[in-house]
C-alpha cells in the first residue's frame, strides 16, 4: 500500500529551529509537496521538491532523497505565526497525491 | 480575486437529504478536486476531474458524485447524507494533474445529524 509519515505533533521554542520530517513509500514518485495549514483554514503550498536537493525559500527549505524516500521541512527564526498545522504530499505513477496525516507544530514563547 | 469559492461555508443537515456543495474557480485551471478532512486523518480524495467533461473516482467515492460541466465548475453531491459524511469539505484546483501547486477553497464545514 502507499503510505505517508509524519510525527503526529511537536512543540519548538518562538526563534529557534525546527525540523519536520516525512518518509513515504509509494508507487512511483513524480514530486513531494508540503503545505501548511492553519487551525480552521485551507491548506496553502509551501514547496515542491522533484529532484534530490534542498530548496530554500526565505525562513523555510524543503529537502528531498528520493532513495531514502524521505523528505523535511525546515523551519528556521520560527515565530508564533507558525503554529500550524504541515502537511507532505506526494505524487505517486499515476500523478496523484497521496497525503500524510499533517505535523501540528506549537510554538512557544 | 482570482481563486476558488465554495459554499455553503457550514451546513447542518438531517440524514437522508441531499445536499450539493458549490465550488467555482476562476484561474482557468484544468484539474479540480474535491477532499475530505476529519480529525487525525490526511486530506482524503472524494473525486477529480483533469479536464472539463471528465471525472474520476478518488479514495472514498462512494455516496458522493460529482460533475463537472465547465472548466470553472465543479459541484459534489451527497445524495443521501449520512452521519459518517459530517466533515470538513475542501474544493482544490491546479493547472497541472498531479504536479501543480494546489489552490484552495475556504472549506465546506458539514454536520449530519
Known amino acids: 500500500g502507499q503510505n505517508i509519515d509524519q510525527p503526529t505533533e511537536m512543540t519548538a521554542t518562538e526563534g529557534a529551529i525546527v525540523q519536520i520530517n516525512c518518509t513515504y513509500q509509494t508507487s512511483g514518485f513524480n514530486g513531494l509537496f508540503w503545505y501548511q495549514q492553519h487551525a480552521g483554514e485551507a491548506p496553502t503550498f509551501l514547496s515542491y521538491n522533484v529532484l534530490d536537493g534542498l530548496e530554500e525559500k526565505g525562513r523555510f527549505s524543503s529537502f528531498l532523497s528520493r532513495s531514502k524516500g524521505y523528505s523535511y521541512l525546515l523551519l528556521k527564526e520560527l515565530q508564533m505565526k507558525d503554529s500550524a498545522s504541515y502537511l507532505c504530499a506526494v505524487t505517486d505513477s499515476n500523478y496523484q497525491l497521496i497525503w500524510g496525516a499533517g505535523t501540528k507544530l506549537i510554538i512557544k514563547p | 480575486i482570482a481563486g476558488i469559492t465554495q459554499a455553503p461555508t457550514s451546513q447542518i443537515l438531517a440524514a437522508g437529504r441531499r445536499m450539493t456543495l458549490r465550488c467555482t474557480q476562476d484561474?482557468?485551471?484544468?484539474?479540480m478536486y474535491w477532499y475530505r478532512q476529519d480529525l487525525g486523518l490526511g486530506l482524503r480524495l472524494i473525486h477529480y476531474?483533469?479536464?472539463?467533461?471528465?471525472?474520476g473516482k478518488g479514495e472514498v467515492p462512494d455516496g458522493y458524485s460529482v460533475s463537472r460541466a465547465n472548466t470553472d465548475d465543479f459541484p459534489l453531491t451527497l445524495a443521501s447524507a449520512v452521519p459518517s459524511q459530517t466533515s470538513v469539505y475542501f474544493c482544490?484546483?491546479?493547472?497541472?494533474?498531479?504536479?501543480?501547486?494546489?489552490?484552495f477553497g475556504e472549506g465546506s464545514r458539514l454536520t449530519v445529524l
Open positions: 484561474m482557468r485551471h484544468n484539474a
Open positions: 482544490a484546483s491546479s493547472d497541472s494533474a498531479g504536479t501543480g501547486e494546489l489552490f
Open positions: 476531474s483533469n479536464t472539463a467533461g471528465t471525472t
